[in-house]
């Protein structure tokens, strides 16, 4: 009689092709029995096989995928650095020219430098605003296509 394998350990092809079983009165061919324990034995071995295949093309897959989002980070990152400089150049471009309207402003806001001994109640009424210097509304054109205020 031929003692019962250790169900513990791993079962591999090996095993089931050359297991033997008692042969008794009544039973099966014992042939019949080898030939369909030799099938599985062979399907069993071609499962690990493709079990193998696809476990190698699951580590190359990751490693791809790895890859890939590296990839695209980097690319998001470039870009993203791009729109920073591009936000940067335009800030200080914004920055320089507000600068240049402020300074413009303020030049012309401030009173216009006197002629020595001419003062501010010499000037004709009406002809000067509040702050001491005159204005000539006149040139300004207020809206599009419209002409002189005056």
Do not use: N
Not at 89 to 110: F, H, L, M, N
């Amino acid at each position: 009689m031929t003692p019962e394998p250790d169900h513990s350990t791993e079962l591999h092809p090996s095993d089931i092709a050359d297991r033997r079983f008692s042969i008794v009165r009544r039973g099966y061919d014992p042939d019949e029995v080898q030939r369909f324990l030799g099938r599985v034995a062979e399907r069993l071995r071609l499962l690990e096989v493709e079990l193998q295949q696809q476990g190698v093309r699951a580590e190359l897959l990751e490693r791809r995928s790895a890859s890939a989002a590296e990839a695209a980070y980097t690319r998001i990152s470039r870009h993203l650095t791009d729109v920073l400089r591009a936000a940067d150049v335009a800030a200080a471009s914004i920055r320089a020219e507000a600068e240049r309207e402020a300074r413009a402003v303020k030049t012309a806001d401030a009173p216009p430098a006197r002629a020595p001994g001419r003062d501010a109640a010499a000037e004709p009424e009406g002809e000067g605003d509040d702050l001491g210097f005159d204005l000539d509304l006149s040139s300004l054109d207020l809206f599009e296509g419209a002409g002189p205020t005056r």
